[in-house]
Each structure stands twice: as C-alpha cells, then as structure tokens.
C-alpha cells in the first residue's frame, strides 16, 4: 500500500481521547503512513485542510450523551471551508461511559462533508465508569491498544 496523509481529528476532555489519539498516530507512522494530529481546541480548520490529506479519523469524548460540543463545531467549520477537500474518507472513534455516540459524529461529518465517504465501522471505546471521579483520571478498559490497533488495521484495509 502506498503511504497514505491521513489527518486524526480529535477532541479531548481528560486525556482519555488524547491517548488514543496518539496511538492510533503511533500506529499509522509505523506502517508507513504520515499520521497528522489536530486537536480542537489548539488548530483551526484551515491548517486540518492545509495539509491535504486523503483520509481522516475523527475521535471524541461523549458529553452528556452527545458529542463534545467544540468537535461539532470543527466539523462544521471544516464543512465551510472543505467542498474542494482532498479527504475521501473518514472513520470515527469515541470515549464514552454508558452512550456511544459514533453515530452521532458520523452525521455530523456527513451533514458539513457530504462528499466524504465515512466508514461504517467504528471505534467505540468504553472509559471510566459511571462515576464521574474516574473521568477525570486516563481509565480506557484493558484492551483498548488491540481494539484500536484493529481498527486502524481495517481502516487502512478500506483505504486500498
């Protein structure tokens, strides 16, 4: 497979997202790949758009059983700006403790890029707890790294 520029953009509220984030970057750069970290609240969508890549993962925190609100917002941003994209297609993660909201950012890049075509696999990744205390610490369930590491595998295996 040919390297392939594939933007991960990511909302985080207690590292969780962040970390997974990262390793999905770890693990595309090791096959190969030219793994591009954007994170909402420290890039703009211009510079997501600048760098012009083919694919895009797109990763959040569940709030209050919905997407974290300033992805939303990105997305939207990147939808104003983006009808001449180079990016083909999109995959989503989510952290979550007791709603998963993939769903819910997949219509969101499906309302702002149309033209993108999303992934229908997912990666939901279950954190914490139900207690709010556990939020706040970086609790993502035991097995997380071969999950994603078997998302990124299949996503790369849609890309070809």
């Not at 090791?30 to 211009?46: I, V």
């Amino acid at each position: 497979m040919n390297e392939l520029k594939i933007a991960i953009l990511y909302d985080s509220k207690y590292g969780n997202t962040k970390q997974l984030a990262e390793f999905m970057a770890e693990q595309l750069q090791e096959g190969g790949h030219e793994a591009l970290l954007f994170r909402t609240k420290k890039t703009k969508p211009a510079e997501l758009l600048a760098c012009q890549p083919e694919a895009l993962l797109v990763g959040g925190p569940t709030h209050m059983g919905k997407p974290a609100l300033t992805l939303g917002k990105y997305i939207k941003k990147l939808g104003k700006l983006g009808q001449t994209s180079t990016i083909h297609k999109a995959a989503v993660f989510n952290c979550y403790t007791g709603d998963i909201v993939c769903d819910a950012i997949k219509n969101l890049i499906s309302d702002a890029l149309p033209q993108i075509e999303i992934v229908e696999k997912c990666l939901p990744i279950r954190t914490g707890g139900e207690n709010a205390e556990l939020w706040k610490e970086v609790a993502l369930q035991n097995n997380w790294k071969e999950e994603t590491s078997n998302f990124i595998s299949n996503f790369l295996t849609v890309l070809s």
